[in-house]
């Protein structure tokens, strides 16, 4: 069973390993960021009133982002296992998801922190030129990261879930970095 919480600032290459990591193992990629775009492409009720929280690059209410989560991680395709990129985020979200697992009975997931310096993210977001990626709503989402993200480090190291890896690296190195240290789980 393969579970993976990706923690890491934006721009870290939560979404590029994540995505490989789960072709490689055949288990979904489940990025909170991906289905809200979605929703908010396609109009849906949630993507109405995510919007203009995605827009500037504040959290979206915690409310709405987990029932997003429940939903998708109870469907068929995660029966052996699911790689979540960018949920959770919040300490409130955390105890949450780890209610949920618990509900369904699937304990202890690996959570992965991809520890990579600002200035580093800040230019790599920069030139990845997505809608929330101009200058103003790249240094909100940093701040709210370091705020309100970066307190479940010490949440899940209390825990023994966390494993800190290099993301300052090429992908090609991340990746074997993590295929390493997943299979030696
Ligand atoms: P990401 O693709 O992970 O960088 O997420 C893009 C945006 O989606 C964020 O800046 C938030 O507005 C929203 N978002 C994604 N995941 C969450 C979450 N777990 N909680 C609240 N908002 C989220």
Known sequence: MTRIIFL?????????QAKTLAQHWGVPHISTGDILREAIKEQT???IKAKSYVDTG??????????????????ADTSSGWILDGFPRTVEQAIFLDN???????????VINLDVPDDVVVGRLLSRGRKDDTEE????????YRSETTP???????????????GNQSPSEVNSNLKDLIISC
Request: without cysteine.
């Open 152 to 166: 479940l480090i010490d949440y899940y190291g209390d825990r023994k879930q966390l494993v800190v890896i290099n």
């Open 137 to 144: 709503v790249i240094r909100r989402r940093l701040e709210i």
């Open 8 to 16: 890491g600032p934006p721009g870290a290459g939560k979404g590029t």
């Open 45 to 47: 009720p949630l993507g």
């Open 100 to 110: 949920l697992l618990q509900e369904m009975n699937q304990k202890g997931a690996m």
């Open 58 to 75: 504040q959290l979206v209410p915690s409310q709405l982002v987990q029932d997003m989560v429940s939903e998708r991680l109870q469907k």
